[in-house]
């Protein structure tokens, strides 16, 4: 869908008079999308790119064919998108051996101005684009898994990390938390199991409830699910379980 609506904007540009005028539409109304595919495209043509898709997310693009995403930021030269990407490759670097699920595994290229994260697609769907009666059926299971994964976040002594962590320092209830991860939770729909986390932009070390009230306050339709409540009481039943050891 996105493709499709992008590659038309891009055809109705041409009809704007001006090329400053075209330019400002294609940055600002297109994020510069024909430029970036070209750019990617350019820099890795062996891929299947007839079949590429699409996915708009809140700062980014993703580029996804055979079975690859390159996400690239909306507005490159004025988004940081160096510090960024280095600062969320960090983040899963040192979470990705210690975390029950799967998260991205970056590598950065240039492709000519732009810079790409270039990430294996985990195979599944998001969560919360799932019908709520599907989502009710397993919320067990689901705010379950996801308890089990804030457990790790919050409680584990990331090494690599502590520069990032010594910011916090002062906090006493202070983990590492996804920060966004209500809208980032990537599900077998077969088995509703959850089987990834993607976008750790935002992750750093924060309160545990803040972690908690992001997955449940930020869209009603997760509030809907109870997944966040399960979620928390099995995060406090495999603390006490580990006081008990």
Request: some cysteine; overall charge positive; aromatic content about 14%.
């Amino acid at each position: 869908m996105w493709r499709t609506f992008f590659y038309f904007l891009h055809i109705i540009s041409f009809l704007i008079p001006g090329k400053k005028n075209r330019d400002c539409f294609r940055k600002d109304k297109c994020f510069d999308y024909y430029n970036k595919l070209q750019a990617i495209k350019k820099a890795c043509p062996d891929l299947d790119w007839k079949h590429m898709r699409l996915a708009k997310g809140g700062g980014s693009l993703a580029f996804i064919v055979n079975d690859t995403v390159f996400k690239v930021r909306k507005f490159h030269k004025h988004d940081n998108s160096e510090e960024k990407f280095t600062y969320e490759k960090m983040i899963t670097d040192a979470i990705a051996p210690v975390l029950p699920v799967q998260v991205p595994h970056i590598d950065l290229i240039w492709a000519d101005e732009y810079l790409f994260y270039k990430t294996k697609y985990i195979k599944g769907r998001v969560l919360m684009d799932l019908p709520l009666k599907k989502i009710m059926k397993h919320n067990h299971k689901i705010g379950e898994q996801i308890g089990h994964v804030m457990y790790k976040l919050f409680n584990t002594d990331f090494k690599q990390l502590k520069s990032i962590k010594q910011k916090n320092a002062n906090k006493l209830d202070c983990g590492l938390t996804h920060g966004d991860m209500c809208s980032n939770i990537i599900v077998d729909p077969k088995t509703m199991d959850v089987v990834g986390i993607i976008d750790w932009e935002y992750a750093g070390y924060s309160s545990l409830m803040r972690e908690f009230f992001g997955i449940f306050r930020v869209r009603r339709k997760m509030r809907k699910t109870d997944i966040a409540p399960i979620a928390l009481k099995t995060y406090w039943d495999l603390t006490h379980a580990k006081k008990a050891e």
